[in-house]
């Protein structure tokens, strides 16, 4: 998938206009910060999990990490992150580029953590390694479709 494919998908909800390109990487927490200009705690960083016969993205603060016990109290099993060639198959985006939008697999349930409510905005991936999406938590909720609020991370 491409930052053109979140576009497209962003725009239904009127949110578009709030992609940023770079002409360097983003594709790490420490690399998006900075090509944003924004403290690290503030890129949304979305991680991907195994559970079942589908998968799991948490999107979390740039500074937490998962918690193993909350992980597993609130999934049931413990965490395994996805490969990255099951990251493509599952969400069509590419490890560096993962965002929770235009997630076509059935199986895949997005989850937003707690980590993110001590910021307005958040910038999450857009679909490539050099972009990101400058949204609202309300906004950032409606659009990756969430199916609520979890605590299952602790920060650094």
């Given at each position: 998938m491409s930052v053109d494919?979140?576009?497209?998908?962003?725009?239904?909800?009127g949110l578009d206009g709030k992609i940023k390109e770079f002409d360097v990487?983003?594709?790490t927490v420490e690399l998006a910060a900075e090509a944003a200009g924004v403290v690290p705690a503030r890129i949304?960083?979305?991680l991907s999990f195994k559970v079942g016969e589908g998968a799991v993205l948490i999107v979390a603060a740039g500074d937490a990490k998962i918690d193993n016990r909350k992980y597993k109290d609130q999934f049931g099993t413990k965490a395994r992150m996805l490969t990255p060639e099951e990251v493509i198959a599952y969400t069509g985006h590419a490890v560096g580029g993962v965002c929770p939008f235009d997630i076509q697999d059935e199986r895949v349930k997005t989850y937003l953590d707690v980590s993110m409510k001590r910021f307005d905005v958040m910038l999450p991936a857009a679909g490539s390694s050099s972009s990101c999406v400058v949204l609202t938590l309300e906004e950032l909720e409606r659009a990756s479709r969430?199916?609520?609020?979890?605590?299952?991370?602790?920060l650094q």
């Open positions: 494919h979140v576009r497209e998908y962003l725009k239904a909800y990487s983003s594709a949304a960083k979305t969430a199916e609520g609020w979890i605590d299952v991370c602790k």
